[in-house]
């Protein structure tokens, strides 16, 4: 039965050696491989039990990678030290263990789902597909957000990396609106339970400027929906009701929109993923094929996510 260890493995970037968690599949034929991130304050050593449950679950290699730890200093936060760490752990994959390439998968939640789609819009040959549920899709923006609110840590945070005040160029920098854009061909799923922002510190409006980068002119969301979806925690009147989802099991979604390779899902939740769907859809996707959306039946379990 595959197990969790802690490895390390070489980053040329500055050469140095990272740490993550990796479970391998258990037979030497080319397997899936997921890249698992974890949230803004943690690091490879969090809890990723349930990334290891279904990539065992559907016989697929799992890396956990530390891509320089929480969002407080320079060199984590998107950096190009942080971005280089999880292509280098592909790399270490490639070169361990029989990974399929045609299925290359990345994953992640909050400050990973930051940096799934960071990492879509920086190196996009690198993956077959990416799921990210409640991200942060601009940097400056979530500073905006969090200071002078409950949630003013995370500011404070994003100064620690970016400077007090902040450097508007930096925050560019390591935010994935900057470069989503290069993504469009990528199959991208994103995520979150609608009162996001309200039952926790990411504003809907996250995804739902992400989403807009990478769908056609025609199916983006107008402003004016956007500050309607984040002050109200609804649909807006107009929006039809969506088709349920087998996947979701019990849990509403409020609003879904699918354009070109990209897909939103807002559900009923607040900073939530459910990580047996955004597993379960990578699985189904395959590199340079349309993108698969109907995954069928799952447990559809959430689980709120610590930052």
Not at 31 to 58: F, G, I, Q
Not at 142 to 162: D, L, V
Not at 168 to 186: D, G, H, I, Q
Request: proline residues 9%; negative net charge; aromatic residues 8%.
């Amino acid at each position: 039965m595959p197990q969790l260890r802690t490895i390390a493995y070489p980053c040329p970037s500055d050469r140095s050696m990272q740490p993550a968690q990796v479970q391998f599949a258990p037979d030497d034929k080319p397997r899936p491989l997921v890249v698992a991130l974890h949230t803004w304050s943690y690091s490879y050593d969090a809890n990723c039990t349930d990334y290891a449950a279904y990539c065992e679950k559907y016989g697929a290699h799992l890396i956990f990678p530390h891509f320089r730890g929480p969002n407080w200093t320079p060199d984590a936060l998107g950096s190009d030290l942080a971005v280089a760490d999880i292509a280098s752990a592909v790399h270490f994959m490639l070169e361990s263990v029989p990974v399929d390439p045609e299925r290359i998968y990345l994953v992640g939640g909050s400050g990973g789902g930051h940096m799934a789609l960071l990492m879509a819009g920086r190196i996009p040959e690198l993956w077959t597909a990416v799921s990210a549920w409640c991200p942060i899709s601009d940097v400056a923006a979530w500073h905006r957000q969090c200071a002078g609110t409950r949630f003013k840590n995370y500011a404070e945070h994003i100064e620690k990396a970016c400077g007090n005040p902040p450097d508007a160029e930096e925050m560019a920098y390591r935010s994935p609106v900057t470069y989503l854009e290069n993504a469009r061909k990528l199959p991208i799923d994103i995520a979150t339970g609608i009162h996001d922002g309200h039952q926790g510190s990411v504003p809907v409006s996250q995804a739902l400027n992400a989403f807009n980068l990478l769908a056609e002119p025609e199916d983006r969301f107008t402003e004016e929906e956007i500050n309607d979806m984040v002050e109200h925690e609804a649909a807006p009147p107009h929006f039809a009701a969506p088709a349920p989802d087998p996947a979701y099991g019990k849990t509403a979604i409020h609003v879904r929109r699918q354009s070109g390779n990209a897909r939103i899902t807002l559900f009923e939740g607040a900073h939530d993923s459910l990580t047996e769907i955004g597993v379960a859809w990578l699985m189904n996707q395959r590199r340079s094929k349309p993108p698969v959306w109907d995954i069928g039946e799952l447990t559809a379990r959430a689980h709120g996510l610590a930052h």
